[in-house]
């Protein structure tokens, strides 16, 4: 059986919801992936009297598309969705059965309105956590509207096709056959990238906020809902909802949280935001800050948000090296999540450059699938925790270089080595290999600031023990402060102080 017993008791549970009947059309031949498939779907038409399989030939082998009865629906699955992707399965058996999607009805009615055909490719790997929210956005797209189609596409069970294309990081998507975005994306963020996003008319009727909140991670997350609490008109602008920890996989130190995953954290977050009267202005950037009677947020968009007063809450990026080759081989072999893009290497050499906490637990991570992975630290040592290190000394084919400036990574059309510098006796050298993992810390998102508020050498905002900066009205939580301590439960409470640091400034002023 390829579904254990807890998946079944879930799964069956779910396929109860179903509204109407599906049908499955499977394409598979011998081979080891269609062998499975098939126990796959046999499995799931004997959970389901609403299921029913037929065998079809499909543009790859095997798949299977998921169908409402005398019609393709669009959705197609070329691989086996379990694993991360195990919800996407889930969900487009119950949306293509005529189950409602929990999306806004805004979003429902821009991707209705979309006259083109659209036929996306969505190349995934099962073990990535930020594959599956573009895969169901793909679905659900195809699900609502008839001229959308989408395909999933497991790396590992078209290693062929995938390393014909050169992906060297998933998600990828493909449309209309041509390259289209690459890594998480939300269906808001898709239908952006069409552009359908947020207009600045959209933002022209708003009245000033009393807070706010400029970024949608932990610090903004905390920040607006203890604004809402105290029955203040309360705004938050994201980006990106959630920010970095949707990239983030397994989350083990906040507290009373034994473990969980960065996008599940991230949707309890939003879901939590939701709970009250928040203003939430997802999609939308801000460029530039500027003190007046009150505080003015210009949007790239154009549009202006005036506030009382100002949370800055947007958080940090991945630090890139900065060395020529780096920007050029981005997702053809330069890549920033071991997690995600680590099995699309599997068995190739890598190298890991970083050797904090993050870039050592990279390169374990890494050890595990990949043939041979060399870590390079520009220190005379290793940053790492000691247990880290330990364990990273015991595996066999890892190699670690100290004393190693980064000079170039190399390549054609997709990375195939790296030059450094040894520092001690100046010596160049040169690695040949497949992929560069950039694991050297995080940069603030605060260059918008411009000289407005101060900031440290490093960018960081810095601010007082209430959260206040330079600027009255102006507070700042998270990551983009001068906090010494980049975590989750840091930014979560930093943002609740300056959240309550802005009421007692509107109180007294």
């Given at each position: 059986m390829i579904l254990d017993a807890d998946i079944k008791q879930q799964l069956a549970q779910y396929l109860e919801l179903m509204e109407g009947d599906v049908l499955l059309k499977v394409s598979v031949g011998e081979d080891k992936v269609s062998r499975e498939m098939t126990e796959l779907v046999d499995e799931l038409a004997t959970m389901s009297s609403r299921i029913k399989v037929e065998h079809a030939e499909l543009e790859r082998t095997p798949s299977f598309s998921v169908n409402r009865i005398g019609e393709d629906t669009g959705v197609t699955f070329a691989g086996i969705p379990l694993g991360h992707e195990f919800t996407s399965l889930v969900l487009a058996l119950l949306q293509v059965s005529g189950r409602a999607p929990k999306v806004d009805e805004k979003v429902i009615?821009?991707?209705?309105?979309?006259?083109?055909?659209?036929?996306?490719?969505?190349?995934?790997?099962?073990?990535c956590q930020n594959c599956p929210e573009v895969v169901q956005a793909l679905n659900l797209m195809s699900v609502l509207n008839p001229n959308i189609t989408h395909t999933m596409i497991d790396g590992a069970a078209f290693k062929e096709e995938v390393e014909s294309k050169n992906i060297l990081a998933v998600p990828t998507v493909y449309l209309n056959g041509e390259p289209f975005t690459n890594g998480r994306k939300t269906i808001e963020e898709i239908l952006a990238e069409l552009g359908s996003g947020p207009d600045a008319s959209e933002f022209a009727d708003k009245d000033p906020y009393d807070v706010l909140v400029v970024g949608g991670g932990p610090a903004g997350a905390s920040a607006a809902i203890y604004a809402a609490r105290k029955g203040i008109r309360t705004g938050i602008v994201a980006e990106r909802f959630g920010g970095q920890i949707l990239d983030t996989a397994a989350i083990e130190n906040f507290i009373s949280v034994s473990h969980t995953e960065g996008p599940k954290l991230a949707a309890s977050l939003e879901e939590h935001v939701k709970d009250y009267n928040i203003d939430v202005m997802n999609l939308v950037r801000a460029k530039r800050l500027e003190k007046n009677d009150m505080i003015e947020i210009e949007l790239e968009n154009g549009a202006v948000l005036k506030s009382k007063s100002v949370i800055l809450s947007t958080g940090a990026r991945w630090r890139n090296i900065g060395v020529?080759?780096?920007?050029?081989?981005?997702?053809?072999?330069?890549?920033?999540?071991?997690?995600?893009?680590?099995?699309?290497?599997?068995?190739?050499?890598?190298?890991?450059?970083g050797g904090g906490n993050s870039g050592v637990e990279a390169a374990i991570d890494l050890a595990g699938i990949v043939?041979?992975?060399?870590?390079?630290?520009?220190?005379?040592?290793?940053?790492?925790?000691?247990?880290?290190?330990k364990r990273l000394h015991s595996l066999s084919n890892v190699t670690v270089v100290t004393n190693a400036q980064t000079k170039e990574i190399t390549g054609t059309d997709k990375v195939n080595g790296i030059t450094y510098v040894d520092r001690e006796s100046g010596e160049e050298k040169h690695v040949e290999l497949a992929g560069v993992f950039v694991q050297i810390g995080l940069?603030?998102?605060?260059?918008?600031l411009g000289d407005v508020v101060e900031r440290n050498r490093f960018g960081e905002i810095l601010v007082d023990n209430r959260g206040a900066t330079n600027v009255p009205g102006v507070f700042a939580a998270g990551d983009c402060t001068d906090s010494p301590f980049k975590q989750i439960i840091i930014s979560m409470g930093s943002g609740a102080t300056a959240s309550l640091g802005a009421f007692d400034y509107l109180v007294r002023n």
């Open positions: 009615e821009q991707v209705k309105k979309i006259k083109d055909e659209l036929h996306f490719e969505s190349y995934i790997s099962l073990s020529p080759g780096e920007a050029e081989f981005r997702n053809k072999g330069v890549a920033y999540c071991p997690h995600c893009d680590g099995p699309l290497f599997e068995g190739k050499d890598v190298a890991v450059v043939n041979h992975v060399t870590v390079l630290e520009f220190n005379d040592e290793l940053k790492a925790d000691s247990v880290l290190q940069v603030p998102n605060t260059d918008w």
